[in-house]
């Protein structure tokens, strides 16, 4: 079986224009082998395709974008179908070679030695490659074991939200590694049994191990030379055992290796996560559920949560994963806590999330009309709040939600283009508010007869922030105390 990180990428690859710089660059490689390979000289190969001996050079050190037409006719000269050239795998292993060392070359933790650049001539033995590039190698694990900032974190945040709206938050390949293993345990229809849980782990052949001591750094421990997996016995929230240890199993499923950097581990994380939603609330089950309730106009994350007996949070993310890909709907999740502070968002609806400049919006405000917000105000926090919100790039219809399995109240929204409210229950609510933001003037400044009466008059104590701002811990495994966790692992051991 291909493992999941090469799919994922083949699938990425198809989407990427040519235009990547990576893939130039091995486009180029591919170009030259195959061009020596029928023993055509630059000019050679110019004649036949109709260009410059130049422009063809350009092509092979990755300097250009080749068009379409140039492709088929470079193809046609070469007497190779087109997806050979476009092949990223390194036609040879020097070829492989000088491609990394070019990629290496640019990468920041690499430049910032501040070497010449290094010009890799026919003359550069093949093992003198080999051994640049395996001081590279120790350089960025090294530097991976580092800090990752803050501005590192909220761009790796960016970057895989980018990667998510793409997408519509559908993972075809984690869906299907998801209905396989529950097929391979006989699960049928409905919500998941706990014993078809525990199934799924003696599958993939884990047992599991309830403990006390924990520690405090993790949610759950994979002894991988026992196969065992740890768990505390309780917990709150969403992370409840059973999701703690679906998260587990879909790392091992999905073949996730030691996270390299800080982007790669919320990658895993936001993978893994995704596989426990998936089996918890399997696909093959909620669509039919879902197109149901549409058709009768009656959609409703409660309903979904209740039916497939998970929290309201999962609820509604999974929800955002079915939405776009089965019912045709685009839509917004937002969680945010009582001060209005972001934890998580997803959008493919246009709606305009608070961001920085990087383009993150974890540990941003939400604009105090937002139904987020608003559902802290409403008589009674923990029932779902339904209301049409007008803001610059138009009208959506949310439904807010205090989570109350949560330890700290956070507010979970699912929001839709205001012509898509018909589907849902609770479009009747004359609940409405209108949002100006980003617009200074809408919430973020005080008004004027307040700021002229109380400016020099105040000095608020701010409360110590939440983690989403706070610098991230080094490790492997952000936040992750390895001292502990291998002490665990040697008290726990059989002998
Ligand atoms: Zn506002």
Same mark, same amino acid.
């Given at each position: ?83 050979? /050239? ?28 501040? $070497? ?128 703690? $240890? ?11 290796? =030691? ?43 409660? +309903? ?39 934890? =998580?968002?997803?959008?493919? +609806? ?52 205090? +989570? ?9 929204? /699912? ?81």
């Amino acid at each position: 079986m291909a493992t999941f990180a090469g799919e994922a990428s083949a699938d990425l690859t198809s989407e990427l224009s040519l235009a990547s710089e990576l893939d130039l660059i091995a486009f180029g490689q591919r170009l030259r082998h195959l061009r020596k390979k029928r023993g055509f000289t630059l000019s050679e190969l110019g004649e036949r395709v109709g260009r410059a001996p130049s422009q063809l050079s350009l092509l092979e050190n990755g300097k250009r974008e080749p068009k379409l037409s140039l492709l088929k006719t470079l193809a046609g000269a070469l007497g190779v179908p087109v997806e050979e /050239l476009l092949r990223r795998q390194a036609p040879s292993r020097r070829a492989q070679l000088e491609m990394e060392l070019e990629e290496a070359q640019r990468d920041p933790v690499y430049a910032a030695l501040g $070497l010449p650049h290094l010009k890799v001539s026919v003359r550069v033995p093949s093992d003198v490659l080999e051994h640049v590039l395996a001081l590279y190698r120790e350089l960025r694990s090294r530097e991976s074991r580092g800090t990752a900032t803050p501005e590192e974190a909220r761009a790796a945040n960016a970057g895989l939200r980018r990667k998510m709206r793409e997408r519509g938050n559908y993972f075809a390949s984690i869906e299907r590694v998801a209905a396989d293993a529950l097929a391979a345990v006989g699960y049928r229809s409905g919500a998941l049994s706990q014993s078809t849980v525990l199934a799924l782990a003696a599958h993939l052949g884990f047992s599991l191990e309830t403990v006390q001591d924990l520690p405090r750094s993790v949610r759950s421990i994979t002894d991988l030379r026992n196969r065992r997996i740890y768990l505390k016995r309780e917990q709150l929230g969403m992370h409840t055992p059973r999701t703690i $240890l679906l998260q587990t199993l879909g790392h091992i499923i999905l073949d996730h290796a =030691k996270p390299r950097d800080f982007a790669d581990f919320l990658r895993q994380r936001v993978e893994a996560n995704y596989f426990a939603a998936a089996i918890l609330v399997p696909e093959a089950a909620a669509v039919p559920y879902l197109l149901e309730a549409k058709a009768e106009r009656a959609l409703s994350v409660e +309903d979904l949560r209740d039916v497939f007996a998970v929290s309201y949070e999962m609820a509604a993310h999974r929800f955002t994963n079915l939405a776009t890909h089965h019912l045709g709907l685009t839509c917004h999740f937002v969680r945010n806590d009582a001060g209005g502070i972001i934890y =998580k968002a997803y959008e493919n +609806d246009g709606v305009v999330f608070p961001a920085d400049e990087q383009g993150a919006i974890e540990g941003q405000r939400l604009c105090q009309y937002w139904s987020g917000r608003q559902v802290f105000r409403s008589p009674d926090r923990f029932s779902v709040h339904h209301q049409y919100s007008d803001s610059p790039t138009g009208t959506y219809f949310c439904v807010a939600h205090v +989570d109350p399995s949560r330890e700290r109240d956070f507010a979970i929204t /699912l929001g839709v283009p205001f012509k898509e409210s018909r589907w849902f229950r609770g479009r009747e609510t004359t609940n409405r508010t209108k949002s100006r933001c980003p617009s200074e003037e809408c919430c973020r400044r005080p008004p004027a007869d307040l700021a002229k009466r109380w400016e020099g008059y105040a000095w608020p104590s701010a409360r110590a922030n939440s983690h989403v701002l706070a610098a991230l811990p080094p490790g492997t495994f952000p936040g992750v105390d390895e001292a502990d966790v291998y002490g665990f692992l040697e008290r726990h051991s059989p002998a």
